[in-house]
């Protein structure tokens, strides 16, 4: 059989991939010649202990790592598109209406331009085979939905835009810094953007 997450071949009787150790779908229980298909939901430890959700410090870690490689491209970005300023600084100074239409388009640009980078550099890693950004890939981590399956690029996009894109608005900050700590309280790890789109962040063993 074969792995449905990586591709890989998987060998009969095998619960997980042995190549990327997600649970193979259609895993044949019980004894051999008597048992039914069932589909295996996310690796679960035995006896009530605690699922293989990923908590809040290995997500805060990840996200560190995600915003340090965002910022290779986007602060180059940012220092030339404010250098452009200058000029127009020079030319405008003393007049506090020439220098508001000098600053206020290239911040309004800016901010957009940074919220696009960000939105798509998240809903698009982790709706991808990978189902993580480099951050969570660097630690294990993945995405899927309350099933075990890989998101789409449009769920993906709900959890940003409940998430990071909310935290633009104003008091977005205090809203994002309560959604993420809830990561570290709730019984599956969830954040709140987590719960809004219906997502869960998972550890490989």
Same mark, same amino acid.
């Given at each position: 059989? /074969?792995?449905?997450? +990586?591709?890989? #071949?998987?060998?009969?009787? @095998? *619960?997980?991939?042995?190549?990327?150790?997600?649970?193979?779908?259609?895993?044949?229980?019980?004894?051999?010649?008597?048992?039914?298909?069932?589909s295996v *939901?996310? &690796?679960?430890?035995?006896?009530?202990?605690?699922? #293989?959700?990923?908590? /809040?410090?290995?997500? %805060?870690?990840?996200?560190?790592?995600? #915003?340090?490689?965002?910022?290779? &491209?986007t602060v180059?970005? *940012?220092?030339?598109?404010?250098?452009?300023?200058?000029?127009? $600084? *020079?030319?405008?100074?003393? #007049? &506090?209406?020439? %220098?508001?239409?000098?600053?206020?388009?290239?911040?309004?640009?800016?901010? $957009?331009?940074? %919220?696009?980078?960000?939105?798509?550099?998240?809903?698009?890693?982790?709706?991808?085979?990978?189902?993580?950004?480099?951050?969570?890939?660097?630690?294990?981590?993945?995405?899927?939905?309350?099933?075990? @399956?890989?998101?789409?690029?449009?769920?993906?996009?709900?959890?940003?835009?409940?998430?990071?894109?909310?935290?633009?608005? &104003?008091?977005? @900050?205090?809203?994002?810094?309560?959604? +993420?700590? +809830?990561?570290? /309280?709730?019984?599956?790890?969830?954040?709140?953007?987590?719960?809004i789109a219906?997502?869960?962040?998972?550890?490989?063993?």
């Amino acid at each position: 059989m /074969f792995c449905q997450a +990586c591709g890989a #071949n998987v060998a009969d009787g @095998n *619960a997980f991939c042995t190549s990327c150790g997600r649970p193979i779908v259609g895993y044949a229980a019980g004894e051999s010649g008597g048992a039914a298909a069932i589909s295996v *939901a996310p &690796p679960v430890a035995i006896a009530g202990t605690s699922i #293989n959700f990923a908590g /809040f410090w290995l997500r %805060l870690v990840a996200a560190i790592l995600d #915003n340090i490689i965002l910022s290779i &491209p986007t602060v180059p970005l *940012a220092i030339l598109l404010f250098a452009t300023m200058l000029p127009g $600084i *020079a030319v405008a100074r003393g #007049n &506090p209406a020439l %220098l508001f239409l000098t600053f206020f388009p290239r911040i309004i640009f800016f901010v $957009i331009l940074i %919220l696009a980078v960000k939105w798509l550099y998240w809903a698009l890693m982790e709706a991808s085979s990978w189902q993580a950004t480099l951050g969570k890939k660097a630690l294990g981590l993945y995405v899927t939905d309350l099933q075990g @399956n890989r998101i789409s690029f449009g769920k993906a996009s709900g959890r940003f835009w409940s998430g990071r894109g909310l935290s633009l608005v &104003p008091l977005g @900050n205090l809203y994002y810094f309560v959604d +993420c700590i +809830c990561c570290g /309280f709730t019984e599956k790890k969830q954040a709140v953007h987590d719960m809004i789109a219906g997502c869960l962040v998972m550890r490989k063993v």
